[in-house]
């Protein structure tokens, strides 16, 4: 009887554990993470910290930052802007509703800034959400963390000596994808449209693409030239020939893909041809990629 209780309680504990583990280690991290400041042109800097790789503005009209990464971050991100500035953030740009580029916003609301995104960013923003892949769930925000200035197809600001385009080049990482591009600098901020990791990212729960994304890339190449320095979603400065290569890779795989639906591939011979060969690994990842990307095609 005594044994049982024991191991009764002592699978409790471990329950407990587990249960309390994943919090514990966020919020060990949020604490170890350190807001690192790298100079991009003139008067625009890229911060990076965890999340989203946040663009900054400063000059005279104020503070402008696009995305804001985690809420337990925004004492650290504020102090990393206050080294740069002394102007506070009055503009955030959201390039799209994903948690680790606005779960600052709140924060930033509440402190004054006036926060932009797309309209179906701000709509998808305003209750919860199920991300594609993962299945991880993001909350509404309250209404200090809603974006109050949205656009539809693209908006202009004169901001501290830019025209700061900010643009929709179509569905493909979300249905509500903004770049933010500072003509002056000639610098662009892609949001997860470009990143500098293996496959993107592409959430077909929020209107995602592939091709939409494929298209957006080369819409972004048009606008942008070879002096252009990208500020990606995620990683490190880019040059329009990094985006290129990118795009060139998910043409590969898309053809590929295709190439699969025509033959009457199931999703698990698919698997089997490796669309993805020299791109990405051939692990789990990968193939939950393959599959919701070739989703996309067959409809199955
Ligand atoms: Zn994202």
Redesign the pocket.
């Known amino acids: 009887m005594m044994t049982i209780k024991t191991s009764n309680n002592l699978n409790l504990l471990a329950l407990l554990a587990c249960l309390l583990l994943p919090f514990l280690a966020t919020a060990q991290d949020f604490d170890n993470i350190e807001i690192t400041t790298t100079p991009v042109r003139d008067n625009i800097y890229m911060l990076q910290g965890s999340g989203?790789n946040i663009g900054v503005s400063i000059g005279n009209d104020g503070t402008l930052i696009v995305d804001d990464q985690f809420a337990p971050l925004t004492n650290k991100i504020a102090a990393a802007i206050a080294e740069l500035t002394d102007r506070p953030v009055n503009i955030v740009v959201n390039s799209?509703f994903?948690y680790?580029?606005t779960d600052g916003n709140e924060n930033f609301g509440r402190a004054g800034a006036y926060i932009v995104a797309h309209d179906n960013s701000r709509k998808r923003m305003e209750s919860t959400q199920v991300l594609a892949g993962s299945g991880r769930v993001q909350e509404a925000y309250d209404t200090v963390g809603l974006p109050k200035i949205t656009f539809f197809d693209s908006m202009r600001f004169y901001f501290n000596g830019n025209a700061v385009d900010i643009v929709k080049t179509g569905n493909g990482?979300?249905d509500g994808d903004a770049q933010i591009y500072f003509r002056e600098a000639n610098v662009i901020h892609t949001?997860?449209m470009f990143v500098r990791y293996g496959l993107p990212?592409i959430?077909q729960s929020n209107g995602g693409t592939m091709d939409g994304m494929i298209d957006a890339l080369m819409n972004i190449g048009s606008l942008i030239d070879d002096d252009t320095i990208i500020i990606p979603?995620h990683g490190q400065l880019s040059s329009r020939d990094d985006l290129l290569d990118y795009r060139a890779m998910l043409v590969v795989i898309r053809g590929k893909l295709v190439r699969a639906k025509v033959l009457s591939l199931s999703p698990g011979e698919m698997l089997e041809s490796q669309p993805a060969d020299g791109y990405a690994p051939p692990n789990e990842n990968t193939n939950g990629w393959l599959l919701r990307a070739y989703e996309e095609y067959t409809g199955q």
């Open positions: 989203g799209h994903h680790d580029h990482h979300t949001g997860d990212f959430d979603g």
